[in-house]
């Protein structure tokens, strides 16, 4: 604590610390500790294990001079700690306080600072895929939308130019989300890059169908005619939602 690093022990221990710190402040059962460590088949000692896994968390935290705590309710335990010493509690009352904000730069220095929490994939090297799934999903998809989130407000700042490339690189990984491809839209055509933009709109339609079967949505296709139509509107509408 207070910038030091802690060795946090075995993988199956720090996988029961992180769950804890996830639900922090909230019990969490023994069984829902099982479940989560082994999604498939626990082994008949899990529960024992479970007990050895936070016997060794209490004493990582005991290193926290009393800021963070593990405590013992019936056949649960609870992790006692200010939310805003956990990196994912942190992340989520920063994202709030963005949208709380009416400046747009200010709101991309809170989301800047959220996104700077973010170390790699949630869960990453300590629990498996099923596990990362129901714990993590949320968060990565909450991460993404923080993302487009900032690029909004950027955009609306008129500094479409910052973030062109940026936008690039958010459809190659994640082709068939439309309201990153509309903000790379928004942002070419801001540019002068109409035709480019238009290619952008087409090359995401072929994707749609190919991979899963749908065509563009509404806001999508209103873009699209919208740059057809060279709208004056979208020289200063806000992009994507």
Do not use: C, K
Not at 80 to 96: E, G, K, N, Q, Y
Not at 214 to 236: C, F, Q, V
């Amino acid at each position: 604590m207070r910038g030091r690093s802690l060795a946090l022990g075995p993988r199956q221990q720090r996988l029961v610390l992180a769950i804890l710190a996830r639900e922090a402040n909230r019990l969490v059962s023994v069984d829902r500790l099982v479940e989560l460590v082994w999604p498939a088949s626990p082994p008949r000692s899990a529960v024992h294990a479970i007990q050895v896994n936070v016997s060794g968390v209490r004493q990582v935290l005991a290193h926290s001079q009393g800021r963070v705590t593990l405590e013992t309710h019936g056949a649960g335990y609870l992790l006692r700690a200010d939310p805003l010493l956990i990196d994912v509690h942190r992340f989520t009352a920063l994202l709030t306080q963005a949208r709380r904000t009416d400046d747009d730069l200010s709101r991309v220095s809170l989301i800047d600072e959220a996104l700077a929490l973010w170390r790699g994939p949630v869960f990453a090297g300590v629990a498996s895929d099923a596990t990362r799934d129901r714990l993590g999903a949320g968060l990565t998809e909450a991460r993404l939308i923080a993302v487009e989130d900032r690029i909004d407000a950027l955009m609306r700042a008129g500094r479409h130019g910052d973030v062109v490339y940026e936008l690039f690189d958010l459809t190659e990984a994640h082709p068939t989300r439309e309201r990153l491809v509309g903000q790379l839209m928004l942002a070419l055509y801001r540019g002068g890059q109409a035709s480019r933009a238009l290619d952008v709109f087409r090359r995401a339609r072929r994707l749609l169908a190919d991979e899963l079967g749908i065509d563009p949505g509404t806001e999508l296709r209103r873009l699209e005619t919208a740059i057809l139509n060279a709208d004056s509107a979208l020289e200063l509408a806000a992009s994507g939602g």
